[in-house]
């Protein structure tokens, strides 16, 4: 059917270039494909003058930083962190990676990167951190306020109020349960090993949206083993379930358990060519295509 061969940048936006992601420098590098939809946007023009200013407040004290808007978003410059929660910032010129460091955080931020690393906690941003012409490394409000677990407020006067106390973000060995992690990036590696990262989260959300759904056990290994009307997931019978998962696999997964989705209401996925059973296709309404795969609501 013609309507099943529409990639997912069809339905959202339209194909993008290779983005690298920001990631601890221990770890190897995870990017986005060419071939990858254009679910985060590029910030176009560089230059500070380019974009509309925007004033910033912590409760009801303004912060004397800079700040702009870019493709609609609020962007402040990472150094306002320092202002924020009295933190060190550094920076690699040859990797273009920023580290921030306090009590208790730990952060990095890539020069054209859509995840800030806080506490290996991925923040994801649908618009990249960039440094601007001013020298200066710009990343998205929300992120930063994420990982200093702050509330973020607009106003239309161009006013952006930060609320709550500052505080970081748990650390990954709080925030995750053990065995949802082991598991969901199992199940993600096993399925799509290879696949660009949006299409390990889309694996991941599938899972996640299987455990909310009446129909479906509500655990993530409940729902890798689930038997009723058959085995739901090859790996469980090939044993691959059971391979270490990739270091992308884990991100993604960790991404997923963190509430990131590409659609809250895809439960079913498959690779064409490899399907043996045209039940999903015939029986449940196509989504999108990532990469191999054709998700299914």
């Given at each position: ?45 560089k ?45 690699n ?5 920023a580290?921030?460091?306090t ?53 239309a006067?161009?006013?952006v109020?930060l ?41 991941g ?27 739901q ?19 993604a ?32 309404p ?12």
């Amino acid at each position: 059917m013609k309507r099943k061969t529409k990639s997912l940048s069809a339905l959202l936006l339209s194909v993008i270039t290779v983005f690298a992601l920001a990631i601890p420098s221990s770890a190897s590098s995870i990017r986005l494909t060419r071939n990858e939809l254009k679910y985060f946007e590029s910030i176009g023009s560089k230059e500070v003058y380019g974009y509309p200013s925007v004033t910033l407040y912590l409760g009801e004290e303004r912060i004397g930083e800079s700040a702009y808007l870019i493709n609609e978003t609020t962007y402040i410059p990472l150094r306002a962190v320092s202002t924020l929660a009295g933190a060190k910032v550094g920076f690699n010129s040859y990797t273009r990676t920023a580290t921030v460091t306090t009590d208790g955080l730990y952060m990095t931020v890539s020069d054209g990167g859509y995840i800030v690393y806080a506490n290996d906690r991925p923040i994801v941003s649908k618009t990249p951190s960039v440094i601007l012409s001013d020298g200066r490394m710009y990343v998205p409000v929300r992120s930063i306020a994420r990982a200093l677990s702050l509330g973020v407020e607009w106003f239309a006067d161009r006013r952006v109020k930060l609320s709550g106390s500052v505080s970081p973000i748990e650390s990954a060995e709080e925030a995750y349960k053990y065995d949802e992690v082991y598991w969901l990036s199992r199940i993600i590696s096993a399925e799509s090993q290879g696949e660009p990262l949006l299409g390990q989260i889309a694996v991941g959300n599938v899972v996640l949206n299987r455990v909310k759904h009446k129909d479906f056990p509500n655990t993530i290994y409940g729902v890798i083993f689930d038997r009723v009307g058959g085995v739901q997931f090859s790996p469980v019978i090939n044993g691959s379930i059971y391979r270490e998962p990739t270091y992308q696999s884990i991100i993604a997964a960790r991404i997923c358990l963190d509430g990131f989705t590409l659609s809250g209401d895809i439960i079913f996925f498959l690779q064409p060519e490899k399907s043996t059973s045209a039940w999903i296709p015939k029986n449940r309404p196509y989504a999108f295509t990532v990469e191999n795969h054709w998700f299914f609501k």
